[in-house]
């Protein structure tokens, strides 16, 4: 079994940053993936970002890339969502969600992450 709370959403500008952070419990952490993904208001879940269990091989979604970073902190049990140049179209509720079954490989699917937080919401402001 694995816990996650998310936190650090907020309202921002456009053009703003935003770090959403992620505490897991239950399982050890160091031996699962993290990932990142959202929902938009009328829109199907979305993936985001994506982090191995040792904090490499991070895998994104194209409109991440270049703008979210993923990190993760195994002595401290978080994973963090780094957000910058952030647009209206950013507007969402973000889901942190944990991979138990390969902490290796590059899954963008949802099912394919077992666990997940209750959401922290991200509004972005034009």
């Known amino acids: 079994q694995v816990q996650l709370v998310e936190s650090g959403g907020g309202l921002v500008q456009a053009g703003g940053s935003l770090r959403l952070s992620c505490v897991a419990s239950?399982?050890?952490?160091?031996?699962?993936?993290m990932g990142w993904f959202r929902q938009a208001p009328g829109k199907d879940r979305e993936f985001v970002i994506r982090v191995s269990w040792s904090g490499g091989r991070p895998c994104y979604a194209p409109f991440a890339k270049g703008r979210f970073t993923i990190s993760r902190d195994n002595a401290k049990n978080m994973v963090f969502l780094q957000m910058n140049s952030l647009n209206v179209d950013d507007t969402a509720v973000y889901y942190c969600?944990?991979?138990?079954?390969?902490?290796?490989?590059?899954?963008?699917?949802?099912?394919?992450?077992?666990?997940w937080g209750q959401g922290t919401q991200v509004t972005v402001s034009s």
């Open positions: 239950g399982r050890t952490f160091n031996t699962y993936a």
């Open positions: 969600a944990a991979d138990i079954f390969d902490p290796n490989r590059c899954t963008t699917v949802g099912s394919d992450y077992v666990y």
